[in-house]
């Protein structure tokens, strides 16, 4: 294949991508919809278990 060929191959190749990816963004500015805001988390506290916690093996060290 000549330079010119892959050249024009090149070309022809980037007007597909760009225009798939036009129709993307086409498609995501159709899609979003304004998020409604988060309601705010509770700080973390340290040493907080969400519950009950089992070491693996301790059930061999019980008795």
Known sequence: MRDSERIADLEYRVEI???CLADI???LK???RPVPPRPPTKPFRSGAV???VRLVGDSEHLG
């Open 50 to 52: 969400a519950g009950p």
């Open 17 to 19: 991508l760009e225009a």
């Open 25 to 27: 963004e086409r498609r």
């Open 30 to 32: 159709l899609k979003r």
